[in-house]
């Protein structure tokens, strides 16, 4: 049994234990924020009889009851062979997951988190994150000493001993190793990152929806229309132009605000007890443990920006860890930064650079083709509807004319993609590149992959092509290298999973 | 494997094996398959058929354009269910191996999927109200991998068991964590 560093000290009859005390006064506030539409509609329905204000007030005491009960009703205690968490007053519920199924652990805390000295804990499960039995437990508002002694316990595998006082043990952190850090410098590549486009689309979306509400016209508002009075006396080519570079100069403040938000701080440690702890955010914070012996591999993606600008990103292939969206993925190992710092990270988690530095084997002349013929075909799919438009005397010319621009760009489209298709086997690993608007290079270690699919559709057939799948319990669930010919898909899938086809073969 | 030691040690054995192209799986789904198949396409169409047959008689302008989509449906529905069974059936293969489950599936894009039997985590059968009346049952194998579940449909309901026992007994005897 392996005894506990942190505070969660479970003999034989673990103890139960509660969240931190400070949390009374977070669980109040959370409940009375979320209660915050409901109070609303009790002070507008209230206010004709004139006593909005005393039921509002009811909702309130209500709403701070709720939230005091929820720490009195929660507790958790790690026992040898579990996590167990149990809730609730009237509707008692306990939840235990197997520790030797925990697969990683997210520590987070928000601002308010942060000023109380508190953390969120999520203990990830292999299991995926739906269903009604859920992925794993979270603990909402540890000290957060507390949930570094409990992170450490549950995830690291060597026994440690444990130090009097009940603090971690000071060996393991001393030992930890940096493999990344953020640099300041790094901000320049926010802009690539086109994260703002999402937080502007939001933020406008929510605007006009409430100038909706209120019956406010956009355009009659003194900002828009000084605006449009000062473009109005320019060239209309000049006009688009300096609405394009604000719009654009908008998209990199906010890209670059997003970023410093999420990555400030950003550090990527290892641990010698077999974990890989990546720290980030500004002012909320989140820490991700990865066990190492979960990890499947690495990916390194380059959005076509990014790229341009000599950037790529990189995030892990873990059980446990799906493959979520922007800043909110607990995927990431590498912020978006300079490609050589990227590359060095994801050699150095996977212990090898082979992967990494790899010549890749492009696709050849048929794969090529497909990229072009499919690019062309959508194009031509809108050339055709516009056309059809101006014929039909529906849409003005220029609407056909716009159409035949997508032309020269799907042309450049097909180029990159068929440009990125590559695949490598190596020692360790399967590597496929492909993508244009992003580009992703997954490097899945062969132990974790745990089938393949070849598939062809009919036109595959007619080109003698065949997209090879590994699929795998990590990430994305499953890593193509598509469009490769037939004989080269054998071949891939026999370095990669040797044996596996033998008895399947003819002859 | 077994012949390895036996090659002469100059061939250059593995540069020639991709000339060795994969066999389809060895056995068919159940002959009925074809039959279900076709009934469950017919029911789609009919559905798509009769909704435009009504439209015709109630609509009362524009009839000859309305004719012309009937009839478009009809040829359409005629081709696809003589096809599509038929090809689906040839196309529509399985096979166990001491180390490994392949299937062949799909008709107009087909699609080969091999599993390890070491990472097999559950096999199921399955059958609709339809698939009964024709004595016929899916097999499920499932992976750790959300996208990697190898499906045999159409099979005999006999096979279908017998196939579960056997890759359950099997995987049970392969008790390392699958994932």
């Known amino acids: ?507 | 494997m077994i012949l390895g030691p036996l090659t002469a040690p100059d061939v250059p054995a593995p540069d020639h094996r991709e000339a060795l192209d994969l066999r389809p799986p060895r056995n068919r789904v159940s002959a009925r398959a074809v039959r279900y198949w076709t009934v469950r396409a017919s029911a789609g169409w009919a559905v798509l058929g009769i909704a435009q047959a009504v439209w015709l008689v109630l609509a009362s302008g524009g009839g000859a354009w309305h004719a012309i989509a009937l009839v478009v449906t009809f040829v359409l529905a005629a081709a696809h269910v003589t096809v599509m069974p038929r090809w689906r059936y040839a196309v529509h293969r399985w096979e166990t191996a001491p180390g490994a489950v392949y299937t062949q599936s799909g008709w107009f894009d087909q699609e080969r999927r091999i599993a390890p039997v070491a990472r097999i985590q559950t096999v199921d059968t399955e059958r609709g109200p339809l698939e009964q009346l024709f004595g016929l049952a899916n097999v499920t194998v499932t992976t750790a991998s959300a996208a990697g579940a190898l499906e045999i449909k159409g099979l005999d309901r006999e096979v279908a068991d017998r196939l579960v026992d056997e890759l359950t007994a099997a995987t049970q005897a392969d008790a390392e964590d699958a994932t």
């Open chain 1, 1 to 507: 049994m392996s005894a506990e560093g942190a505070a969660p000290a479970p003999a034989a009859e673990a103890p139960w234990r509660r969240l931190s005390a400070r949390m009374l006064l977070v669980h109040p506030v959370q409940e009375v924020v979320r209660a915050m539409p409901a109070l609303f509609g009790l002070v507008v329905a209230g206010s004709g009889s004139g006593q909005g204000g005393r039921w509002a007030l009811i909702g309130v005491a209500l709403a701070i009851a709720a939230g005091t009960l929820r720490w009195f009703t929660t507790r958790y205690r790690v026992t040898p062979e579990q996590v167990q968490v149990r809730r609730g007053l009237l509707r008692r519920s306990l939840r235990a997951v197997s520790r030797d199924r925990v697969r990683t652990i997210d520590v987070s805390a928000n601002p308010l988190l942060r000023a109380l000295g508190l953390v969120r804990l999520t203990v990830g499960t292999g299991l995926a994150e739906r269903g009604p039995r859920g992925g794993g437990v979270r603990l909402d508002g540890l000290d957060a000493r507390d949930a570094t002694g409990l992170r450490d316990a549950l995830l690291h595998d060597r026994p440690r001993s444990a130090t009097p006082g009940g603090l971690t043990a000071p060996e393991a952190v001393a030992a930890e190793t940096e493999l990344a850090r953020l640099r300041p410098a790094w901000l320049a590549y926010a802009p690539f990152t086109l994260s703002g486009v999402l937080t502007i689309g939001a933020i406008g979306g929510f605007l006009l929806n409430a100038a909706d509400d209120v019956h406010l016209d956009p355009r009659h508002l003194g900002v828009v229309d000084r605006a449009g009075d000062a473009l109005g006396g320019v060239p209309l080519v000049l006009a688009i132009v300096v609405a394009l570079l604000a719009v654009a100069l908008l998209v990199a403040v906010c890209s670059t605000a997003g970023y410093a938000l999420a990555f400030w701080g950003y550090r990527l440690t290892r641990n010698p007890g077999g974990t890989l702890h990546v720290t980030r955010g500004l002012l909320s914070t989140r820490a991700t443990t990865i066990a190492e012996r979960r990890l499947r591999g690495v990916e390194l993606s380059e959005p076509l920006l990014l790229r341009w600008a000599g950037g790529a990103r990189c995030d892990a292939i873990a059980t446990g860890l799906g493959a979520g969206r922007g800043a909110e993925r607990g995927t990431t190992l590498f912020p978006p930064g300079p490609r050589a710092a990227a590359a060095h990270v994801a050699e150095d988690v996977l212990r090898t650079a082979e992967p990494v530095t790899v010549a890749l084997t492009p696709h050849g002349p048929r794969a090529r083709l497909r990229r072009y013929s499919r690019a062309f075909a959508g194009s031509a799919v809108l050339v055709a509807a516009a056309g059809a438009g101006a014929i039909a005397g529906i849409w003005p010319d220029t609407v056909w004319e716009g159409a035949l621009v997508t032309v020269p760009l799907a042309a450049a489209l097909a180029a990159d993609r068929a440009r990125s298709l590559g695949h490598a086997v190596t020692t360790t690993a399967l590597v496929a590149r492909a993508g244009s608007l992003v580009r992703r290079r997954a490097m899945l270690s062969r132990e974790g992959i745990i089938g393949i699919t070849l598939r062809r559709s009919f036109f595959q057939r007619r080109a003698g092509l065949c997209t090879l799948t590994a699929t795998t319990a990590a990430g994305r669930q499953a890593y193509a290298v598509a469009d490769v010919p037939a004989d080269e898909a054998l071949r891939v899938c026999d370095a990669a999973v040797p044996g596996l086809l033998d008895v399947f073969r003819a002859g």
